[in-house]
Structures are given as structure tokens and as C-alpha cells.
């Protein structure tokens, strides 16, 4: 038969985008890259994906196969020794359909992956930022109270609590540029970029009400969902097959056999439902975290626009000043936090499906990463 050139493509287009220049590899510009190129690249990449397209169109053949050896008539009129070929074909065509919903959820889960990593980097960037502010801030205040400590006009005991103030905003900072990096290791592992590559990520999380309700997310989760589908597949397939010969007794399918499959179906579709339902309580929530959170935000920005204005006019110092930008600095961050939370849950309500595969990734990897920290302490 003739196969889809899926896999031939993808491999033309990694071996183009390999060819393409590494500027950071080279010490110029670092590359851009948007979440469209990034989701491309990652597809391109992913073995998951891959495996799961050869599985596919392995149980493709089979199905073909087992099919030609299935007179029609045989559906509507018994003929000895029909069963065993009806069932092998009826198992083929189950095992296929399974393989291309199970296709389906591979790619959906690595495209929403990379959705929740690229966010994970611009979180990670902003709060680099915030903390940097912080810091800045603390530093100018513990200079003016240095300076004042040194004309008698401050006690040393204040110094002393500014400084190690400092000390902890300098540990901060420290984390946050730690979780940025291993944002990034995590972004680039999954477009196969180099782990020490910084790519300047050209696409933001903007926030945007939802505007579907929770009808529509319970129709999402149970109408389109690959392993609903594969469950009602079950449950078809059994009771077609149900007592035909096999020519194996240990295989026949049984009345209870259908009726696990039935009550499999039924779970399944209940389990997704409730997914469905949840997400878009998550959403209801984030959207009024976000109108509070933004009102903070204007707040910050207030109260900078102010005491830079006294600045300008003698009336602030300068450590006023930066204290109110790190201010504004953590408020954005936590703004920004909600925002790309928020287009993250949007997308996730979609395919709920690979919102569950990558939360099972990122259990998966914490664990094996605790696991590894636990051999070399």
C-alpha cells in the first residue's frame, strides 16, 4: 500500500531547519523563534510522535490485510470457518482506529507542551526581572542608610537588617536565574535546540477573556477526546465480535467482557466531563484573579508616576524611586503569571487530553529528576 509521506517530510524539513544557521553557535544574534516555528520544530522532532505514526501505519496494514481475507456476505450469511477471519478483521480495524486516536492525542499532547514550556521561559524571564528590581531597590536604600550611618544619623542595627536584606534578594535572584535556565533546557530539549542556546522567544501571552462556557468545554472534553473514542471503540468492537469463534477459546469475547467495556466507555466520558468542567472553573478563576491583580498593577503604576514626579522636583530620592519600580516590577509579574496561566487553560480546555499527557510528562520528569538528585547528593 501506499504510505503517507508524513515521516519523509518531517524528516526533509529537520534536516532544512538543522541547516539553517545557528547564529548563537556562531556568537552573533541568537535565533528567534515564535510558538508557531517552536510547535513545527518539536512535531518534526518528537520520537513520541514518530513512534506513534509507525504504530499507526503498522496496524494500517494489518487491518488492509486481515480485511481481504473477509468475504461481505459472510456479515449476513454464516459460512464455516467464517468467525475466526470476521473476528481477526474486526480486532485489526479496532487495533487501527485505537493507533490513529492515539496518534492524534501524541501530537496534540506535544503541541500543548510546547505551549506550557515556551510560557514557563517568559515567566521565568519576568520574574528575572522582578527580581532584579528588588534587588536594586534594596541595594540603594542599605547605600543611603550606609551613608547615613557613617554621619551618625542612622543606627548601625538598621544597616545591618538592610544588608541582609540584600543578601536575600541577592539569593533570589540567584533562583530566579536558576529556574530560567532550566526553563530554557526544558524549552530547548523539546525543539531540539543545544541545552546552553538562548533563542529570544518573539510570541507573549496576552490575556483575552474566555468566550465559551462550560457546555461548551464538557462537549470539548467528551466529543473529541482520543481515549473517550478509543473506550466507545471498545465497546463497539466487543459487542460485534461478542461469542464468535476465534479459534482460540482463551479469546472469545463474553456478555461480561462487553459489559466492562460498556462500563469502561461510561468512566471515561464521566472522567473527561469532569476534566472538562474543572478547566473552565480554573478559567473563571484566573479571569477574576487577573481583573485584581491588574488593578494592583495600575495601583504600581500610579504610585511610581508619583514619586517620580517628586523625584524630578527634589522631593524623593532616588532609593524612593527604585523601590517603587521593583513594586511595579513584582505586580507585573504576578499579572503576567496569570496571563500566560490563563492562555495556557484556553488551549489546555481544547484537548484536555494532552493537558493530562503533559501533566503525566512533568510528573514523570520531576520524579526521574528527584530520583537522579537522590543518587548524587
Known sequence: MARRPTLFFAALFAVLLLAVPTAAAAGEEPREMSLGEAVFRALCFSKSVEKAELELEKAEDARVS????????????????????????ESADFAYRSARESYRLARDTVVLDVYSRYYAVLQAQEKVAAKEAALTALEKRASVMQALVQVGMAARTALLSLEAQVTSAEADLTAAEGELKNA?????????????????????????????????????ATGENPTVWIAKYAEDYKQMVQNYDTGDPSTVIREED????????????DAAALLGRTLYSSIESLEAAYSATAEGVRVAEEALRVVQVKFDLGMATSSEVAAAKANLAAARQGLFDLACEHAYLKLAAQMPWAYLGVMAQSTAGIAAAAGEASRHP
Open 66 to 89: 486481515a480485511a481481504g481475507a473477509v468475504q461481505p456476505q459472510w456479515y449476513t450469511t454464516y459460512e464455516p470457518g467464517c468467525e475466526p477471519l470476521i473476528f481477526a478483521a
Open 258 to 269: 462487553v459489559r466492562m467495556a460498556e462500563l469502561d466507555a461510561e468512566s471515561a466520558e
Open 184 to 220: 530554557y533546557v526544558s524549552f530547548n530539549q523539546l525543539v531540539k535546540l543545544p541545552a546552553e542556546e538562548r533563542p529570544v522567544l518573539t510570541d507573549t501571552a496576552v490575556f483575552a477573556p474566555f468566550a465559551e462556557d462550560e457546555s461548551r468545554c464538557v462537549s470539548w
